[in-house]
């Protein structure tokens, strides 16, 4: 489908959030899409790349992607403006358990860029809050400077989310935590830890340590998620590119619950 950057919001280091309208008002009328779930963006002679979906998944009237510039298309994308027209397909994958959480605690424990795809599980918790018990956000970075929607934290501590943030790398005027996000798991006091879900999404060895330390505070396996990158092409499980052991991210992931995967995430190099 095309798209059209309707506007670009600078983040961080290397990070620009796009939002995107699609031409086709018969498209735009029937895009819906889940908390966790992906698009391929399309530039036209450069390729594509899968992108999860960082805004409120109840408003599709815009497409949000938050998008680190690393590679072929996404550096590409970097120099695009208002404007410029690009490619969608999706909405593919599956979407965080937002059903499980209904009268629990939940958890988020974010790393890097790795907020994007939980940003509209923020939304959704947000949008319903009274369904839910206590909720935290965990959120590591390697410098303040790099901290995904910084300028949000103060919005969603007010209306009831405990955001709790740690950076590798301090600055001199930084005064919070410092060193890996999962001493911050490890410190939460939970009432109910066999009504806890936890979702997390960043490098994998962050995801990894957040998912032992939740099982150390009484979070079972079962309630923890992990949303999981592989390099994809075809994004609908017939290319194979995405393989991890039987699952196929594209289709069965990103977001798969962590005692499916445990022990496929401790084989190197899968
Ligand atoms: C389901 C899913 C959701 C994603 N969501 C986002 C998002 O919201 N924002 C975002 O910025 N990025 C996201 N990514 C990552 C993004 O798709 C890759 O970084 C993609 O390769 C960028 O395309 P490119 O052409 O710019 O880079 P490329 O030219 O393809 O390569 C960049 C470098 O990264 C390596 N690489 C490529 N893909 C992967 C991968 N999946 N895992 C590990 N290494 C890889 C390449 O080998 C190369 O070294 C997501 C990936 C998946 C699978």
Known sequence: MPAEIVGIDDEVRSVRTYHLRLSDSGDAASYRLRAGQFNML????????????????????????????VGNVTNRLALSTVGTTLGVRGPYGSHWPLEQCSGCDVVLIAGGIGLAPLRPVIYELLAKRERFGRIWLLMGARSPSDLLYATQYMNWSYEGITVQTTVDRPTDDWSGNVGVVTPLVERLELDRPNQTVVMTCGPEIMMRFAARSAQRIGVSTDHIWVSLERNMTCAFGHCGHCQFGPHFICKDGPVLRYDRVAALLEVRSL
Do not use: K, M, Q
């Not at 399309?42 to 979906?53: K, N, R, T, W």
């Open 42 to 69: 399309y530039l036209p002679g450069i390729g594509e790349a899968a992108i999860s979906v960082s805004g409120d998944p109840s408003d599709c009237h815009e497409l949000v992607h938050t998008v680190r510039a």
